[in-house]
């Protein structure tokens, strides 16, 4: 074949690659640019705003760290800062036990197990609205409340004001935020259940291993990938947390309590309605950090346990 036929030839062939690569990206395009507009941008601002002082209105000012220093010095963000770590550090491992629990009774040949994974899914898909004003009706202050009553009559108890006490307040929301998501990570753990080969338990089983130690040994590693991956979501979710918030703690004109302030809606209020921006961009740095050094570590213990 002649130099001019192969010349020929590879131009013919890096015109089809620049063809096949202009198709992969009319199919990306949309998307990448939506999350640039939506998404990154939003994310580069948010990193310029924070060393600056502005109200949407007039022109910004370089402050340098003066926002980070400002907002650590009120009350209100060390109050969401810390109601944030406890409402995490509370919601997330009961909400993965629970979702695990479940997901194994739930996998067992029982009767109604179709409708028990129904009922107990039902809450993440329900209406945050309509959820919530059913669980303000059952906790409701006063004695008349389905709760309180059960308390009274039954556990002779005195009643709780529940959400609206800053002493239960955070109770209440890591209980509802329990009861409404761990349908949903449930299902994650079925799935991770049903992945698992029997012949892994027949194995045990023969070696003598009781139910316990199958679980112990065989259903928890095998679960490992699940529970990495559903740690992970879990724990963004709790430090983002916002709508079950408003809608338990929120009362009548919106305003949240120290005791219920979490990080999200400090960064919302000084936002819209201080129209503070720096210092609020400042407190979204802030969550990001301690997002993103939370999943490092989750990152790092799951490597080191692929290694060992």
Same mark, same amino acid.
């Given at each position: 074949? *002649?130099?001019?036929?192969?010349?020929?030839?590879?131009?013919? #062939?890096?015109?089809?690659?620049?063809?096949?690569?202009?198709?992969?990206?009319?199919?990306i395009?949309?998307?990448?640019?939506?999350? %640039?507009?939506?998404?990154?941008?939003?994310?580069?601002l948010?990193?310029?705003?924070?060393?600056?002082e502005? /109200?949407?209105?007039n022109?910004?000012?370089f402050?340098?760290?003066?926002?980070f220093?400002?907002?650590?010095?009120?009350?209100?963000?060390?109050?969401?800062?810390k109601?944030t770590?406890v409402?995490?550090?509370?919601?997330?491992? +009961?909400t993965?036990?629970?979702?695990?629990?479940?997901? +194994?009774?739930?996998n067992?040949?029982? #009767?109604?197990?179709?409708?028990?994974?129904?009922v107990?899914?039902?809450?993440?898909?329900?209406?945050?609205?309509?959820?919530?004003?059913?669980?303000?009706?059952?906790?409701?202050p006063?004695?008349?409340?389905?709760?309180?009553?059960?308390?009274?009559?039954?556990?002779?108890?005195?009643? @709780?004001?529940?959400a609206a006490?800053?002493?239960?307040?955070?109770?209440? &929301?890591?209980?509802?935020?329990?009861?409404?998501?761990?349908?949903?990570?449930?299902?994650?753990?079925?799935?991770?259940?049903?992945?698992? *080969?029997? /012949?892994?338990?027949?194995?045990?089983?023969?070696?003598?291993?009781?139910a316990?130690?199958?679980?112990r040994?065989?259903? +928890?590693?095998?679960?490992?990938?699940?529970?990495?991956?559903?740690? +992970?979501?879990?724990?963004?979710?709790?430090?983002?947390?916002? /709508? &079950?918030?408003?809608?338990?703690?929120?009362?009548?004109?919106?305003?949240?309590?120290? @005791?219920?302030?979490?990080?999200?809606y400090?960064?919302?209020?000084?936002?819209? #309605?201080?129209?503070?921006?720096?210092?609020?961009?400042a407190?979204?740095?802030?969550?990001?950090?301690?997002?993103?050094?939370?999943?490092?570590?989750?990152?790092?213990?799951?490597?080191?346990? %692929?290694? /060992?």
């Amino acid at each position: 074949m *002649s130099h001019t036929a192969l010349t020929q030839a590879e131009k013919n #062939r890096r015109r089809r690659k620049r063809k096949q690569a202009l198709v992969a990206y009319s199919f990306i395009a949309p998307n990448f640019i939506g999350f %640039a507009i939506f998404t990154l941008g939003p994310i580069i601002l948010a990193f310029v705003i924070a060393f600056m002082e502005w /109200d949407g209105n007039n022109p910004m000012k370089f402050v340098g760290f003066s926002n980070f220093i400002t907002i650590f010095s009120e009350d209100r963000f060390v109050s969401s800062l810390k109601n944030t770590l406890v409402y995490s550090l509370f919601t997330v491992p +009961i909400t993965l036990a629970l979702a695990l629990g479940l997901a +194994i009774l739930l996998n067992q040949k029982i #009767r109604g197990r179709n409708f028990l994974r129904t009922v107990t899914f039902f809450p993440y898909v329900a209406s945050l609205v309509a959820v919530t004003a059913v669980w303000n009706m059952l906790f409701t202050p006063a004695k008349g409340g389905i709760v309180n009553q059960f308390m009274i009559n039954v556990l002779h108890m005195a009643p @709780s004001k529940w959400a609206a006490a800053p002493k239960t307040v955070m109770l209440t &929301i890591i209980m509802f935020s329990v009861w409404k998501n761990m349908g949903y990570y449930m299902v994650i753990y079925l799935a991770g259940l049903q992945g698992i *080969s029997e /012949d892994l338990y027949e194995a045990a089983s023969l070696d003598g291993a009781n139910a316990l130690q199958r679980f112990r040994y065989v259903t +928890i590693p095998q679960l490992r990938p699940t529970t990495f991956f559903v740690s +992970i979501i879990l724990t963004i979710n709790c430090f983002k947390v916002y /709508d &079950i918030v408003y809608m338990l703690a929120g009362g009548s004109n919106g305003v949240i309590n120290k @005791s219920a302030i979490v990080l999200v809606y400090y960064i919302y209020e000084e936002a819209f #309605r201080n129209w503070k921006l720096g210092q609020a961009s400042a407190s979204a740095i802030i969550l990001f950090a301690i997002v993103l050094v939370i999943t490092l570590i989750q990152f790092g213990g799951e490597k080191n346990y %692929a290694n /060992d």
